[in-house]
């Protein structure tokens, strides 16, 4: 069946892909339940037993196969779709999939798709429905799609960093000597949803403290903070399929003036990349620039990551600051900013903002006070 049209976002931006498939000599994509799905369409799949797969293809009607009982999805949407909906029975699926191959046209074709994404299961039924195809991967043209967030999406962006940070400071008078990195990071969650977070969190709280906190990507442990630890908090909240991700460092108590210290050279780092980040700047850049302070500062060998990535519907995509990157940042770019130090089996320190790139400089979505801060 083929719905009918009218205006729509998502008419826009399946053009846009259109032009990006062509530009790329790809003759059509095929995108299951994720992120670009969503995107393209509106449509929220979840990846399960039952294989959901469309194809676009450049000037014409995208098709999708999918389960009948996710048929009602399709009712309301404003953009035109041929719907190519199983039943339960098993050997109905490959009949399915043969039918939108056949009038998406894509056997003998080069086919985009996201190697990240698309699963065996659904591969193999596209294979077998199109035997001639040939799939590529077009993860870097999706993800260009993507990197370039419109108003829409930059005031979705900025609720959920103002939604983090509320739920952050509902969750800090919980923080007490003695309370275990679990405790925080239970509040912590529950607080998001308080706020309005959506119920999908971008990841689960990263509560670390002491010596855990000299782990990037600790998980919430068992153990209670204890007076001269330092707290690192790395959380983000969503806000109609929109993420943020921030990170601040508070003290436990009185800490030691080395710890202090890296505080100091992190907040100096966190604002030297944020003050270079703008338009024509190479991502690589603002890693330079944050990474010349720390380095500068005896630390170096203590910043082993990237100064960040970017942010939108996923947690970690397209640009990626880090070293040596040539990609030029324009406006509707956004990502995050956060330099660390971590000394071993001690402490650490990272402090993280999100940023959009404006037409003449960036703005920090988030804004929560970034100093390290003694919280008992």
Known sequence: MTLPI????????????????QAAQFEAAVLNPGPSLVYLTGMHFHLSERPVVMIFKPGATPCIVLPELESAKLKHLDYPIQAFPYTEAVEDWAAAFGRAAQAAGIDGKTV????????????QFLTNAAPKANFVSAEANLAA????????????????????????????????????????????????????????LPFAPII????????????PSKRVL????????????????????????????????????????VLEANLAGRRIAGPGIEAG???????AVIEQGGYGPYFFHRTGHGLGMEGH????????????????????????IYLPDRNGVRIEDDVVITEDGSESLTNLHRQVTRLV
């Open 226 to 265: 204890q007076a001269g630890d330092l707290l690192v908090i790395d959380w983000g909240a969503s806000y109609q399929g929109y993420f943020s991700d921030i990170t601040r460092t508070f003290a436990i108590g009185e800490i030691e003036p080395e710890y202090v210290r890296i505080g100091q050279l």
């Open 112 to 123: 985009g798709v996201e190697p990240r994404g698309l699963r065996f299961l659904e591969f």
């Open 317 to 340: 995509e397209e640009p990626y600051i880090r070293s040596g990157s040539t990609v030029l940042l324009k406006p509707g770019m956004t990502f995050t900013i956060e330099p660390g």
């Open 145 to 200: 799609l993507r990197m370039y967030k419109d108003a829409g999406e930059i005031v979705a962006m900025r609720k959920a960093a103002e939604i983090a940070q509320r739920a952050l400071q509902a969750t800090l008078p919980v923080v007490q000597i003695g309370v275990s990195e679990r405790e925080i990071a239970s509040e912590l969650t529950l607080q998001l949803l308080r706020a309005g977070s959506d119920p999908e």
């Open 6 to 21: 009218n205006s729509s976002p998502y008419t826009a931006r399946q053009a846009r892909l259109a032009e990006t498939l």
């Open 285 to 291: 850049q603002v890693d330079q620039a944050a990474r």
């Open 208 to 219: 670390s403290g002491g010596p855990n906190s000299a782990n990037p990507h600790a998980t």
